[in-house]
């Protein structure tokens, strides 16, 4: 069911803006972006348009030009939308460019945990919280994280 994206939507407005700026004719804001990456990559997959939301996350390096922060976006898209191991992907390639971002680590750290990998999830959130020590969400999923990881050494 696409309720919330419609076939005419995307014709109107989402199609038009990515081919504008693959053709070179026009360069993003940072705000049409962030809102190319977050909202409508979120709308698309939810509604079950994969192609069209591949479309999208393989114009990543255009919509980096206009806001270097792109591969964060399309990471958390990803993340909202359960695919972990490509979110993953997408934030390593945010922290290349963007190494002491704590949202990024905070996706990152929430996937690695969702994929199981307690070590690597507890690293990253420890990064994440070097870099931002007051960040809210991170103190909060770090809390959750040291639960989970005592509930598995008291089942070994």
């Not at 990559?41 to 919509?63: K, M």
């Amino acid at each position: 069911e696409r309720e919330n994206l419609t076939e005419e939507v995307y014709w109107k407005e989402v199609k038009p803006f990515v081919y504008s700026c693959i053709k070179g004719k026009k360069t993003p804001s940072f705000f049409q972006t962030r809102a190319q990456l977050e909202v409508y990559l979120n709308l698309l997959i939810e509604n079950n348009l994969i192609e069209w939301a591949q479309n999208l996350v393989s114009s990543c390096d255009i919509f980096f030009k206009a806001n270097p922060e792109s591969y964060k976006f399309i990471a958390r898209a990803l993340y909202a939308n359960g695919y972990f191991q490509l979110a993953i992907t997408f934030c390593k390639k945010s922290l290349r460019f963007f190494y002491s971002d704590p949202e990024a680590f905070l996706i990152l750290a929430q996937c690695q945990f969702l994929l199981a990998d307690l070590g690597e999830a507890l690293d990253s959130i420890n990064r994440t919280l070097a870099i931002a020590p007051m960040y809210y969400p991170a103190k909060l999923f770090r809390s959750i994280l040291l639960e989970e990881i005592e509930k598995k050494h008291k089942v070994k």
